[in-house]
């Protein structure tokens, strides 16, 4: 057998399963994997070996618990923890705070069986300055934000599934930067309680895995329906291939993944279209970037009045541009997100899913190659308006651009059938891999 | 003068800031009426005076510092402050919480110039057992719940304005039982960010007040709109009469609320029509309910698996009828809502707002006139369907029922027409007290 941290969940749990593999083997496995690689990829705010290690040994002495019986989980760190820090990046001011109860999400998996080991990377509250943390397959490279950890250590094989969140890309960008599957389940639909909160109008829980499996063995543990490892569809999926204004933003790299995939899925027997976006749509990025500052503004009010000298620079200036929006702005942008809303499901009619960019390309390189000069870990354009449809969304991996890197493309389904968006992954995975 | 506690919020202002009036005046002055009911009422879970009195002469030798300067606000506990602990109406499972910072609409009020006063009191989790909370008007009956607290500190007179929630009917019932003025703005606008998670899909900030002036004051400092003292509308506003089904199941004294209101406002030259809802309308109660309940599960997860002995059997109910709701019915309820969340905006067409039923009726008996047989702080099926819908609403006292205890209606707006509904209160007030 491979070393147990290279399993995949849904692998993982047929070792453990079969009583070939103990969750505490497991578990100590990716701890090893940690010690190795930690120094370099800077994952984790916070870790906890030896609860970690405790509770698989309780799991391994009793009956199988649940779903995620035994497998390790890395948890965003502006999730709440009852059992570990929770400083939403930003120690300055959540230093050493513990809150009373976990987040949903998280008492969710864990009644599953799922271990947390720590908590992951994140910029502070989830929009500051970049942070150190490397790309899972390249440490000269950024692994993205805001799921930076997250999507680090999944890719790494420190942990083979990983919460994160998204308001913007924080989920999907880092995800194709890293080679993983990522998903941004429909908006509303999994509890946000105990995330902190940024976007009442965005923000949701964000899953991370190297595998389509993983990221559904998840989705359904929150949403409480069973798992069974689907097998492909019945006939192949219905594509609206779209290729909106703001691709031309991205990378050539990032619009070569979307030609790549629409070629493999054409042969593989997909019923392939375009899917034009009317003139109101070209307006969504921007509109969801002024959304995101007026609202950011207002969630994020107690840390700004209360330890401003505490927040980055760039935390302040989210926070600074929204104050600037008048309300009457921010009401006419959200009636244009709900109008667009609407007439979204109309254009894409019967399709399956629709096939788009997921990041502006490769990972950019990050803090190790850089020093001071590292600004950036990418922008968040290529989701802004996915996130702002309400839409749940899927990236695979699908191309390798000019550094070697991967570059994923991004499935978006329609409200609710998230489900169906993770077959038609399934699927685009397979195909792309044979 | 009167004494200072009996003053509006927008009385106080003039009064302070004509400098004939302290904010240490005014604050000592509704702590002496705390002081003299609470005994009775059973308001408050979390006070604490003499921080109160340090602000206001701290607020008294400086500038002017907002809308709100120097005046005492009660808090709901199931919203985070950092200055006083915060136990969701939960001290089994909350007891000694403090949280790291104050909740998005603290911050944002603070930052205004108010004084929180306290916490107050509420049910567990807002949605648990019957709390002791008499009614502001009248010792042996309840406040309604959950925002009991608040609707009774501020009919009391105990201070001039509150924040409660609602994720169904938690501010408006309450503030009909109590004969004040409510509102649940328009869902989503306002930041929930601190505010304990119950439904994702509904939870929103209360405003309480004894006057629509005041809530309106409290909604500027909100959404960042200057606040004026409205004149009445240039024209008679457009009226749309709501008789919905489950109006059948309220008591007569809250229907003839209707009919009066109706009726009143025809004599004052509003333009009146009925507003029939067609049969898919009639499910949205219930879809409510169901809705809640599958979110209540997954929000309090935490609570329910760690702390399953802590939590009354209300909440257990609700958490455990959650569970049992499939995947499938909650994402079906989620577009009929949807659906109707359309169909109705269609519905209303150019009314400026609808005229409905705010409460079952008069605020029923409660813990210290029925004892142990006290077990319902009545019925939240007024507003289910509203809260759903996402529109804003706002209560303004208009009957008297059959023991004397004030019945109010509901006024509801447009979708983001939070002002304008506010426009119509401001004119529906003053024509019921003329």
């Known amino acids: 057998m491979s070393e147990p941290y290279e399993l995949t969940a849904c692998q993982a749990l047929a070792e453990l399963r079969g009583r070939r593999l103990s969750s505490e083997e497991l578990i100590a496995s990716c701890l ?41 989980l890395g948890v965003k760190d502006v999730i709440d923890t009852a059992e570990f820090l929770t400083e939403h990046g930003c120690p300055a001011v959540f230093g050493g705070s513990r809150p009373k109860s976990d987040a949903a999400c998280v008492a969710l998996a864990s009644r599953a069986g799922a271990i947390t080991l720590g908590k992951t990377v994140t910029q502070a509250f989830a929009c500051g300055a970049p942070v150190r943390t490397a790309n899972g397959l390249d440490p000269d490279r950024t692994s993205g934000g805001s799921s930076a950890g997250s ?6 094989k420190m942990i083979p599934i990983a919460f994160g969140t998204q308001s913007a890309s924080s989920t999907i960008r880092p995800a194709s930067y890293n080679g993983l599957v990522g998903m941004r389940p ?24 190297r595998d389509v499996s993983d990221v559904e063995l998840l989705w359904c ?38 030609d790549k ?14 899917l034009p976006l009317p003139e109101p749509f070209g307006r969504l990025v921007e509109a969801h970037e002024r959304i995101q500052s007026y609202e950011a503004a207002r969630s994020y009010a107690a840390e700004y009045f209360q330890h401003a000298g505490a927040l980055d620079e760039q935390v302040t200036a989210l ?33 399956d899913c629709v096939l788009t960019t997921a990041a502006p390309g490769e990972a950019p390189l990050g803090a190790r190659a850089l020093g001071p000069a590292f600004k950036s870990m990418g922008s968040p354009n290529q989701s802004r308006a996915w996130t702002l449809l309400h839409l749940p969304a899927v990236t695979v991996p699908c191309h390798t651009g000019p550094s070697g890197m991967p570059v994923g493309i991004q499935l978006i389904g329609g409200f609710g059938a998230d489900r169906r968006v993770l077959r038609v992954a399934h699927w685009a995975a397979a195909v792309l891999s044979s």
Chains 1, 2 share one sequence.
Not at 261 to 274: M, P, S, Y
Not at 319 to 348: D, H, N, S, W
């Open 151 to 156: 999507a680090a250590a999944v890719a790494a």
């Open 221 to 258: 543990t929150q949403v409480g329906v069973p798992f069974e490892r689907a097998g492909l569809p019945a006939r192949p999926p219905r594509i609206a291939v779209c290729r909106a204004p703001w691709t031309a933003a991205a990378d050539q790299s990032a619009r070569d993944a979307v």
């Open 261 to 274: 995939a629409e070629r493999c899925f054409a042969l593989a027997g997909a019923e392939i279209r375009d």
């Open 319 to 351: 926070i600074e541009t929204g104050f600037g929006i008048p309300f009457e702005e921010y009401l006419q942008l959200q009636k244009l997100a709900a109008g667009a809303r609407r007439e979204f499901g109309v254009l894409v009619g019967d399709a």
């Open 186 to 209: 429909s908006m509303g639909l999994i509890s946000t309680a105990g995330m902190k909160c940024l976007n009442p109008s965005f923000d949701t829980l964000g899953l991370l895995a």
């Open 32 to 72: 090893r994997r940690i010690a190795e690689l930690e120094p370099t990829l800077e994952a984790w705010a916070h870790l906890d070996p030896p609860r970690a290690l405790e509770r698989a040994r309780a799991l391994d002495a009793g009956a199988p618990s649940g779903p995620l019986h035994g497998l390790p």
